[in-house]
């Protein structure tokens, strides 16, 4: 059974100790940004950040929310990415059986831009991205280097409210159920994001749009059912069949 | 803190007010939700929606520098609503003290007013004593000048109409505050405040925390479970370093530091050590005597004795009435009477009000000494932009300092907790820890005075110095040695061994200590206690979060101070499920008592407040600069020109400078009507002289910026990300505009001011993230600290037209 994290958006403060730490821990180096009108920095996800906290706020009938979005790859159960890239070039996206990580190898520098673009297109969650220098893709690890000698994800191990929680996936999956009954009563649209396609739950406390444009799998048709999902894994091919 | 971080977890409700938690002691929401998740309601109450908010119950805005007015209308409403615990509040505070005919107050001010001097004689404010020398009382409270009584007329004014028209916080909002809070008020219920640098930077920044102490004394918050007035200290070692006195009015364990008005050993004595006749009072501090001789033999040895009252007379004395805090060091250096000095441990050209001042005045140094991990705005403040290197006269010295993770010493969190880190890796090149810097100092210093003599050199050379720098050497000092062979009790003690307890320290030379609060944390028995991890516990203690065995705490490991006011009279607690101590078959267990006394219902028990002087927690504080209650008074600098609550417009002793560069707008000044507060962030330390220089750091939070509402930013055309210029009468300065519904505009004074936010962790010598900040705040303190008022002032703000301090 593979590992999963449950990220309880209900305890996040947004504090980015799960961002840093991921630099840290990857040794990614710092992008030069600038102050745009937003807490959030760097903007989106980049080839130097896996993982980055996304801030959004609305009015919701005059009271303010603020909502933190600790966006992540969510190690898909069947990952499109991988179903994706091996159509291109077989076993350079890899899953690891023993703890579920989909990773992306240094292999991944023979994509080219275009096919590039139909790996990130397949995942649900637009979290694949390509160094345009050196060609690799990249996106969250699981720290499976980590994991596999019994560590917790950087993420995880410096979070300081249990936002960021890792396990064994039954146990995970025990621990979003109760805490998603406990956050209902106060917040009664309270729901656990795609947690039966992923391995990354996210519990949410408000409308998944409220966070972010891809909180979860086409958050416009709302959640999705696993056949649906596995019917996105058509596209490429349709692609494929026009050029 | 009284309590500590693990306490937070146990109260039933929990009061934001005057920080930002979750931001700037991001820790201590772990707690805070621990607390949420058992059903506690978590409130900020905060001029800014911020990440603290956003994970609270729920957030209420309130205009920056009204927290007086917001916390006087909880009191009221406490009062009126009886929701007060009333035992507690009769036993174990001064409720019931009779205050003297000369007290008053009439339309803002308190009688003992001079306003030649801009002070109060505070003797106006004293108890009536009996026959023999105890405060008069009247349990029943119906003398009308108890306490208790006064208590409640003077916060009668501050009803609900007066106190959302000073504050901008709807009637609404107030009540639930109010009411939500107020439910505390049970024997079984407990509420905590959590509060940092948005109380204390005002000129009223004491009456802030009085405030929030007569609240939590009222509902019986304080020495309990879950309750207290918790101050969320900095980062920095901020416990720590007021412990060991690094300000300049105390020196270490809390004493007045000696000035010229007490030349001999036995002045100073004789006017520190409160006196009490009550034998129902401990009066602790009448053994400062013990803890100031303990001191004084650790500075000067053997040299030390009864006959030189302990070399007291070679110790620098202040001027009485004189005040050295930074706002008045730096003026004095505007004026050009300071000739070199040392800054360490801070970056003062970027985070001390006025800076464009305090640039200047920096100048007129001929040397500096400054250690650093980097080049700050202090270090290189002659090469800011605008002044040529060539005219600053000012020779520094810059010393590389070993980064905190490059040495090991211990660190005082806010929770008095005595923690040892351990060096993680050698110090680089030639960096040293200050340890090691400032005993190179005196070293050099003693050898200079011995060669070549000069005004008292004694006081110098006297001084028992370590040849080396050596943290555990030092923490041993601190804690304190026997210099002669004395029994404690059974045991004997020989020459040059550890105190076990500060109640072992004399007043005769017979024992040393370096901060007498400390005394007990290093001993013969179990070493360096900072360095304990052992997480044993009774169930009692496990069922409140209390882990003896875990560092150690001052006082005498004593984690929730006051505790004896967790327990009725009979010693039985009032939260059995949340018991701090209990009195159990003769004895006390849980915590470490305050005090081992049986309890008061024996006849041979001490009231619970044992640091005060009668014993009780002060509802009534006669000892601070502007008065014995609160009072709100506006800002210094104040977007409306009347105070609802008298006719005295702002505090009556509020310190102020009066050089050129040292003005101040006047109140509801058109050019300056928008409220400016500044803050830290959670991804900068402080002025970010270090986080700037840390990429990842300056990634997540790139560039000076003001956070503001839509409805300001629609009046001044502003949109989100725009650069603009904020002005106020002292300075300008950049940033990018963060328009946010985050920031809303509050209805004061029947009319709708602004307020804005910004940080002030960016500086020049990290090119394009923007300038001081500080350049736009006031030079105007509170008369008891001289803490500036960082968190109000006014300034206008403007879409610019061009940006130079954060071009990239």
């Known amino acids: ?243 | 803190m009284t309590n500590h971080w693990i306490d937070i977890k146990n109260a039933d409700s929990i009061l934001i007010m005057g920080s930002n938690a979750a931001e700037h002691h991001p820790i201590s929401f772990k707690w805070v939700l621990e607390a949420k998740d058992k059903g506690a309601t978590v409130m900020h109450v905060d001029p800014k929606f911020s990440r603290t908010s956003a994970r609270s119950d729920f957030h209420v805005p309130l205009r920056s520098g009204t927290d007086i007015a917001f916390l006087g209308g909880m009191i009221k409403y406490i009062l009126e609503n009886d929701a007060y615990f009333k035992e507690y509040v009769v036993e174990y505070t001064n409720a019931s003290l009779i205050v003297g005919k000369d007290f008053g107050f009439s339309d803002g001010l308190f009688t003992g007013y001079d306003a030649k001097t801009r002070s109060y004689d505070k003797s106006k404010w004293g108890f009536e004593m009996d026959e023999n020398g105890v405060p008069k009382r009247d349990k029943t409270l119906k003398n009308p000048r108890c306490v208790f009584q006064l208590m409640k007329k003077h916060y009668s004014r501050y009803g609900i109409d007066a106190v959302s028209s000073t504050t901008g916080v709807s009637a609404e909002n107030l009540l639930k505050v109010y009411k939500t809070y107020a439910a505390t008020g049970k024997p079984d219920k407990a509420g905590t405040v959590m509060y940092a640098l948005g109380w204390t930077q005002h000129t009223v920044g004491v009456q802030n925390i009085r405030s929030a102490g007569i609240i939590q004394l009222l509902l019986g918050n304080i020495g309990v479970a879950g309750g207290g007035i918790n101050a969320l200290r900095g980062e920095p070692n901020v416990q720590g370093s007021t412990d060991h006195a690094l300000l300049y009015h105390i020196i270490p364990g809390y004493m007045a530091m000696p000035h010229n008005g007490w030349q001999t050993y036995d002045d100073y004595n004789k006017a520190n050590t409160p006196v009490s006749r009550d034998p129902m009072s401990a009066n602790w501090w009448q053994n400062k005597p013990k803890y100031f001789t303990s001191l004084l033999k650790a500075w000067y040895g053997d040299s030390a004795t009864q006959e030189n009252g302990f070399c007291y007379e070679l110790l620098p004395k202040v001027e009485k009435g004189e005040d050295y805090s930074y706002m008045y060091l730096f003026d004095r250096m505007y004026r050009n009477k300071i000739r070199g000095g040392i800054i360490i441990g801070l970056n003062p050209m970027n985070s001390i009000p006025n800076t464009n001042k305090v640039r200047k005045a920096l100048d007129n140094l001929d040397w500096l000494v400054a250690s650093e991990l980097h080049h700050s705005e202090t270090t290189d403040n002659w090469h800011r932009p605008g002044v040529d290197p060539k005219k600053v006269k000012t020779e520094v010295f810059l010393l590389p300092s070993a980064h905190r993770l490059e040495k090991e010493g211990s660190v005082t969190n806010s929770g008095r907790w005595l923690l040892w880190h351990y060096q993680v890796v050698p110090p680089a090149f030639e960096a040293k820890p200050f340890g090691d810097m400032f005993v190179g100092f005196m070293q050099r210093l003693k050898a200079l005075y011995a060669k070549e003599g000069g005004t008292l050199p004694e006081a110098v050379l006297k001084l028992d110095y370590p040849d080396k720098y050596d943290s555990d050497e030092l923490c041993a000092r601190i804690n304190g040695r026997f210099t002669r062979d004395t029994k404690v009790g059974d045991k004997l003690y020989k020459k040059g061994q550890l105190v076990p307890s500060f109640a072992a320290l004399q007043a005769d030379g017979s024992t040393s200590s370096l901060n007498w609060l400390y005394t007990g944390s290093f001993t013969e028995e179990d070493g360096n206690k900072a360095k304990r991890r052992d997480t044993a516990q009774t169930d009692m203690q496990k069922a409140i979060g209390l882990y003896p065995n875990w560092a150690w705490c001052w006082p005498v490991n004593r984690r929730v101070l006051y505790n004896r006011a967790s327990v009725d009279l009979n010693g039985k607690p009032y939260n059995p499920a949340k018991a701090v101590i209990e009195w159990k078959d003769g004895k006390w267990v849980g915590d470490v008592p305050d005090g081992g006394w049986p309890p008061l219902a024996t006849g041979k028990g001490k009231l619970p407040f044992i640091m005060t002087v009668h014993g009780t927690g002060q509802l009534y504080g006669p000892g601070r600069m502007d008065g014995p209650f609160s009072e709100h008074y506006e800002p210094v600098e104040t977007p409306v020109n009347s105070n609802m609550f008298s006719k005295q417009l702002s505090s009556p002793v509020y310190k102020f400078m009066s050089s050129d560069m040292d003005k101040l707008a006047k109140p509801a000044d058109p050019n300056y009507p928008i409220v400016l507060t500044t803050y830290n962030v959670t991804e900068h330390w402080c002025g970010g002289g270090e986080t700037r220089n840390i990429p990842n750091l300056l990634e997540a939070e790139p560039q000076l910026y003001v956070e503001m509402s839509p409805e300001l930013a629609q009046e001044k055309g502003i949109k989100n990300g725009d650069g603009v210029i904020v002005e106020s009468i002292r300075g300008r300065v950049e940033a990018i505009a963060m328009v946010t519904i985050r920031m809303r505009p509050l209805k004061v004074h029947g009319r709708i001011i602004h307020e804005i936010g910004m940080p002030f962790c960016f500086g020049w010598t990290t090119p394009g993230t923007g300038d001081s900040t500080n350049r736009l705040t006031s030079w105007v303190g509170d008369p008891n600290t001289t803490i500036p008022e960082f968190k109000a002032c006014c300034v206008n703000i403007r879409k610019a037209d061009k940006l130079t301090e954060l071009a990239t």
């Open chain 1, 1 to 243: 059974m593979p590992k999963t994290f449950l990220i309880d958006t209900s305890r996040c403060t947004a504090c980015r100790g799960c961002q840093i730490a991921c630099k840290e821990w990857h040794e990614l180096p710092a992008n030069q940004t600038r102050q745009r009108g937003s807490h959030q920095n760097p903007p989106d996800l980049n080839p130097n950040n896996y993982k980055l906290v996304r801030f959004s706020e609305h009015l919701d009938n005059g009271v303010i929310r603020w909502n933190f979005f600790p966006d992540q790859c969510r190690h898909c159960d069947v990952p499109p990415c991988k179903e994706m890239g091996d159509v291109y070039h077989e076993g350079t996206i890899i899953q690891d059986e023993k703890t579920g990580a989909v990773l992306f190898t240094d292999k991944t520098t023979v994509f080219t831009g275009e096919e590039f673009e139909q790996v990130r297109e397949a995942c649900p969650y637009d979290i694949p991205r390509r160094d345009p220098k050196t060609g690799l893709l990249s996106k969250c690890t699981m720290c499976n280097d980590r994991v596999q000698k019994g560590m917790l994800p950087a993420c995880v191990k410096v979070c300081p409210t249990g936002a960021m929680n890792f396990g064994e996936r039954a146990d995970m999956l025990k621990l979003a159920e109760s805490r998603l009954a406990t956050v209902k009563k106060t917040w009664p649209k309270a729901m656990l994001a795609d947690p039966g396609d992923v391995n990354v739950i996210f519990l949410l406390i408000d409308d998944p749009e409220n966070y972010h444009t891809h909180t979860v799998a086409q958050a416009a048709f709302g959640p999705m059912t696993k056949k649906q999902f596995l019917a996105t894994l058509a596209r490429p091919f349709k692609a494929m069949a026009k050029v």
